[in-house]
């Protein structure tokens, strides 16, 4: 008996002009949607980058408040290669994220500011699937952003908001949550893959302190793209889970 392949992946919808990715770290994007985000903003679509921490605990060798300055830099010049000209962070610990409220409230805060169609995060599951755990800090954010999402549309949760002058944003059509093991759609990355890898190796000093096969930025990305665009019918792709919201 032989093992059934895996469904083909669908397209993702592309009938929208904003979207917002929330992630826990600067390179997070990078590790496989920045292609996907690439390709969206030459379609003239706006993204905005938001990182719930600076990724100051990245660097075993660097001092974190040294390495939130080169990592938040790094991550600035990333977006910019995929047409991101906009990346804010929130300013929460690296390494110790907690899923709670105020986590959920800064991300509805800025999901009223940006007023998105699409919201994107990382994957928030358990695990990448199989026996490959997950960061705790993915985790965190994944989720909490995918209750901001409906938290941001509803004006008498975190009611201060409104005397902040953020009024209530109910146009978030969906979530994806990209390299979720719950994946079921994908999009097409092959023209804009180079992009992609130009964007993680901007993350440099990030990669030199990683090491290891991770650090190769385009022997990772094409062997994970790959993979992706067999399902999709293309050479590279980006995967996602699709969450309907709206």
Not at 195 to 209: F, I, K
């Amino acid at each position: 008996m032989t093992d059934q392949a895996p469904p083909p992946y669908q397209p993702v919808t592309e009938d929208w002009q904003t979207a917002l990715a929330v992630v826990a770290h600067p390179d997070d994007m990078e590790y496989g949607a920045a292609a996907a985000v690439a390709r969206w903003t030459s379609q003239g679509k706006r993204v905005v980058y938001v990182m719930a921490t600076s990724g100051e605990a990245g660097i075993d060798s660097m001092d974190p408040e040294t390495c939130r300055r080169v990592r938040e830099e790094e991550q600035i010049a990333s977006a910019a290669l995929v047409g991101v000209d906009v990346v804010e962070f929130l300013g929460h610990q690296d390494g110790v994220v907690e899923y709670g409220l105020p986590l959920r409230k800064d991300i509805a805060r800025t999901i009223r500011r940006h007023r998105p169609e699409i919201v994107i995060t990382t994957n928030f599951r358990e695990t990448y699937g199989g026996t490959w755990p997950n960061q705790a800090d993915h985790i965190a954010v994944g989720r909490a952003t995918l209750d901001a999402a409906r938290d941001a549309g509803n004006r008498w949760v975190f009611r201060d908001l409104l005397d902040e002058g953020h009024e209530p944003w109910n146009g978030v059509r969906q979530l994806w949550a990209a390299a979720s093991p719950d994946s079921g759609h994908a999009v097409d990355t092959t023209e804009s893959f180079d992009r992609g890898v130009a964007s993680l190796e901007a993350h440099r000093a990030y990669l030199d302190g990683l090491g290891g096969d991770m650090a190769d930025a385009r022997g990772t990305l094409e062997t994970f793209g790959a993979m992706a665009g067999e399902r999709l019918g293309t050479r590279y792709a980006s995967p996602f889970e699709v969450i309907l919201l709206g």
